[in-house]
């Protein structure tokens, strides 16, 4: 009976502390937040509104940003090891993070010592990959292979690798937009495999239309 309430009692000491421990947040990535605004990135960045550029605009407005982080004298290493960040929103709002590293920050490094390292500040990984070396005859639709995740009920952060470069990145997201955003996407492809014919048509027609134009204009100008 001891022994049944002394492990109870353990039991519940570990629950209690488990509920006051804080969680790891997977929806931030230096300096930047799923959920964000447009606006917000765009200040972060120091980038224009003329650099977003339109993905789909129905049945929802996808948007996507493309930022090489500077590589200024006097900045801390860390901070270089990015190469570039591609944000993609969906009506304005930040969605996904796709980070590519730098390879020489990067370059003989394993997927262990890429996994160790990003657990040091997001937690122990929710999944690991055991094969995480690229096939040389891997797919061309399989641009990236996943490494390792850490996740929660609402975000997604994926240690991905490429399949082509060998090249580690990462890939944030939130699981709710994206799900939306993937289904937008699908919803766009098919509306413009379903409007194409007509566009087409109204384009052959518009072509038609200006060279009829510039036909008559030339009749009257021409001089033998």
Aim: hydrophobic fraction near 35%.
């Amino acid at each position: 009976m001891k022994t049944l309430r002394s492990s109870m009692l353990c039991l519940g000491a570990l629950l209690l502390t488990a509920s006051v421990l804080p969680g790891q947040d997977f929806s931030k990535y230096r300096g930047f937040s799923l959920g964000m605004s447009l606006t917000t990135v765009l200040q972060r960045t120091e980038q224009k509104p003329a650099d977003v550029k339109l993905a789909h605009g129905r049945p929802l407005l996808l948007q996507e940003l493309n930022w090489w982080p500077p590589n200024s004298s006097g900045t801390p290493s860390r901070s270089n090891s990015v190469e570039q960040m591609f944000f993609s929103f969906c009506n304005g709002e930040l969605y996904k993070i796709s980070v590519t590293y730098d390879h020489s920050s990067t370059e003989g490094l394993t997927a262990g010592d890429m996994v160790k390292s990003i657990s040091a500040e997001y937690g122990p990984a929710t999944s690991i990959n055991a094969d995480v070396t690229p096939p040389t005859n891997e797919p061309y639709t399989q641009k990236q292979k996943p490494v390792a995740s850490w996740e929660d009920s609402q975000s997604s952060f994926n240690l991905v690798r490429s399949a082509f470069t060998d090249r580690f990145g990462l890939i944030i997201f939130s699981k709710r937009i994206n799900t939306e955003a993937e289904l937008a996407v699908a919803a766009a492809v098919k509306l413009e495999e379903q409007e194409g014919p007509q566009r087409e048509a109204q384009r052959q027609k518009k072509e038609a239309d200006d060279l009829e134009a510039t036909r008559r204009k030339n009749q009257k100008a021409f001089r033998p």
